[in-house]
């Protein structure tokens, strides 16, 4: 079984601010696969990423970056320059096939 | 990236009836998955759904409340039976499409239920 912890309710920050949102996965599997997804107020799902457990590399793309780190079973993200376009709910999630989440964390960007 | 076409988007239905919800993907694909979101709350995974096999359902779920159909590699169903007020929820359909896009969720199917 899996178990995702994202300890983060709720965040708010003003604009242009950064902001890191936590996520913990825990899981005996080897192989695995995490994901970032953001659920704005129109309640679609938006896929930001996709890791593989095999690869630590960080990443960055635009604004967004993550951080993934296997002995410590963390994969933050991290908004530089945060927007309000940015306010959503954001959910971690992990798995191979279907995935478990987290409870997600909500953002507010202030103006 | 595939496109899901999920219907009906909302219904408010009557305690004690069924709902199906229909699940349509322009591409063929293996699995295809079921999520709940309660209210304020995060996904939670109903069953994965392999054609031509029984779904599998995850703990706390069952094929009596949540049976569910998957005739072809583009289509499948979950009817919710039998109703109640605590089956207000949003359900989603997903697919893998691979590593560039990660799982496709459709837009939903939010239900209350009176």
């Known amino acids: 079984a899996q178990k995702v912890t994202q300890a983060q309710t709720e965040i708010s920050v003003v604009e242009k601010e950064d902001v890191t949102l936590d996520c913990v996965y825990e899981?005996?599997?080897?192989?695995?696969?995490l994901f970032w997804y953001k659920q704005p107020p129109s309640g679609e799902l938006v896929f930001l990423i996709r890791?593989?457990?095999?690869?630590?590399q960080n990443e960055i793309s635009g604004r967004y970056s993550w951080n993934f780190q296997k002995s410590t079973s963390s994969f933050n993200f991290t908004i530089t320059a945060s927007q309000v376009v940015d306010s959503a709910v954001y959910f971690c999630?992990?798995?191979?096939?279907?995935?478990?989440f987290g409870k997600g964390t909500h953002l507010i960007i202030q103006p | 990236s595939a496109v899901i076409s999920q219907k009906p988007s909302r219904d408010i239905c009557q305690r004690g009836t069924s709902l199906t919800i229909q699940c349509q993907v322009d591409?063929?694909?293996?699995?295809m998955f079921w999520y709940r979101q309660q209210p304020g709350q995060s996904l939670t995974l109903i069953a994965t759904?392999?054609?031509?096999?029984?779904?599998?359902?995850e703990s706390g779920f069952v094929i009596d409340k949540f049976p569910i159909s998957r005739p072809n590699l583009t289509f499948s169903t979950l009817t919710v039976s039998n109703m109640s007020p605590e089956d207000s929820s949003i359900y989603l359909c997903?697919?893998?499409?691979?590593?560039?896009?990660?799982?496709?969720f459709g837009s939903g199917t939010r239900l209350t239920v009176v």
């Open positions: 999630g992990g798995g191979a096939d279907g995935l478990t």
């Open positions: 997903s697919v893998f499409v691979g590593t560039t896009y990660g799982y496709t």
């Open positions: 899981t005996r599997d080897t192989t695995y696969y």
């Open positions: 591409s063929q694909v293996t699995m």
């Open positions: 890791r593989n457990s095999f690869d630590e």
């Open positions: 759904a392999n054609q031509g096999s029984e779904a599998t359902y």
